[in-house]
Nanobody, 115 residues
């Protein structure tokens, strides 16, 4: 059974930084993709960033240059370093894992950017 548990969300002021973590547990095939989606009130869920097991990354244009995704393959953990946060970054951030043609989702961690 695969589980994803996010942590690191919270309240931060505009211009601040936050680091999200997501640890995957269970038996996980080594070739996979992990990443982050987010959903703000009234908006559709959108891809934020992904990173595969070879550390190839992909970012949404809206976060490029501000967010950095990384992973620790030995720990099956993915991170999202968020800098220069804006109010528009406020959303519920979901961790995901794509492996063997199956998507797994965390329950989400709330990020609120407000003064």
């Amino acid at each position: 059974q695969v589980q994803l548990v996010e942590s690191g969300g919270g309240l931060v002021q505009p211009g601040g930084s936050l680091r999200l973590s997501c640890a995957a547990s269970g038996s996980i095939y080594s070739i996979n993709v992990m990443g982050w989606y987010r959903q703000a009130p009234g908006k559709e869920r959108e891809l934020v960033a992904t990173i595969d097991s070879g550390s190839s990354t992909r970012y949404a244009d809206s976060v490029k240059g501000r967010f950095t995704i990384s992973r620790d393959n030995a720990k099956n953990t993915v991170y999202l370093q968020m800098n220069s946060l804006k109010p528009d970054d406020t959303a519920l951030y979901y961790c995901y894992l794509y492996v063997l043609e199956v998507n797994y989702w965390g329950k989400g961690t709330l990020v609120t950017v407000s003064s």
